[in-house]
Nanobody, 126 residues
Framework: QVQLVESGGGLVQAGGSLRLSCAAS????????MGWFRQAPGKEREFVAA????????YYADSIKGRFTISRSNAKNTAYLQMNSLKPEDTAVYFC???????????????????WGQGTQVTVSS
């Protein structure tokens, strides 16, 4: 089992930045690929970014490419999502997720991930 707790969300103006953190406990964190998803009101949960177990491979949704950066510290059992140049359409609840795989086979698929956090709200005002 892996327990995931997100933090770092909040209210920010368009063009601003936030860094989300996902603290993991339980199963060895370094054995898990990690992902970030988001869900806006009335919409499906969508893929944002993913990272392999050692951080050598990263994956991004087209909508955030060039603005967001996923990273991880296995020493700290934490994954991060640095979000820059935020837009109002980035407003959503952001979830981190862990996969039992070292390298996600289908990083964009929710079915790839076995453990989920409770989410943190990100609101971007115009």
């Amino acid at each position: 089992q892996v327990q995931l707790v997100e933090s770092g969300g909040g209210l920010v103006q368009a063009g601003g930045s936030l860094r989300l953190s996902c603290a993991a406990s339980g199963r060895t964190f370094s054995d898990n690929a990690m992902g970030w998803f988001r869900q806006a009101p009335g919409k499906e949960r969508e893929f944002v970014a993913a990272i392999s177990w050692r951080g050598l491979s990263t994956y991004y949704a087209d909508s955030i490419k060039g603005r967001f950066t996923i990273s991880r510290s296995n020493a700290k059992n934490t994954a991060y999502l640095q979000m820059n140049s935020l837009k109002p359409e980035d407003t959503a609840v952001y979830f981190c997720a862990a996969s039992r795989s070292l390298n996600p086979v289908r990083p964009v698929s929710r079915n790839e991930y076995d453990y989920w956090g409770q989410g943190t709200q990100v609101t971007v005002s115009s």
